[in-house]
């Protein structure tokens, strides 16, 4: 995170991070936004922490179950390492390659997903 300012957590399209200089004492509508992006992004990884569980609780689950499930959670990886960054988690975390082809965290559900 640069001094003061706040990782937000999507990148331009071009995959660069954005990053917001907020006012704490009155939060605008980016910062805002931002913050029901993550709540967003927690959630969703909540249920596929969930569901990965249960794909790898299940003796029966296929490969593809399991390479779904896997990406899913690689995914949801990314978005809460970005938060921790964001809030100032002290980490130095890249995900190389992954914005450029994603973007736009709000429009993750219907990315297909490459079984191959």
């Given at each position: 995170m640069r001094d003061?300012?706040?990782?937000?957590?999507?990148?331009?399209?071009?995959?660069?991070p954005c990053y917001l200089d907020p006012d704490t004492a009155h939060p605008g509508p980016l910062s805002l936004l931002a913050d029901s992006v993550e709540v967003a992004?927690?959630?969703?990884?909540e249920e596929v922490l969930a569901g990965s569980r249960a794909v790898l609780g299940d003796a029966a689950a296929g490969?593809?179950?399991?390479r779904f499930?896997?990406?899913r959670a690689a995914?949801?990886?990314?978005?809460v390492l970005r938060i921790a960054?964001?809030?100032g988690g002290g980490t130095t975390w890249t995900a190389p390659g992954r914005e450029s082809r994603r973007p736009d965290p709000v429009a993750r559900a219907s990315d297909p997903v490459d079984l191959a």
């Open positions: 003061g300012l706040r990782l937000l957590p999507w990148t331009t399209p071009d995959g660069k992004q927690l959630g969703s990884a490969e593809r179950a399991v499930a896997l990406t995914e949801s990886l990314e978005d960054v964001g809030r």
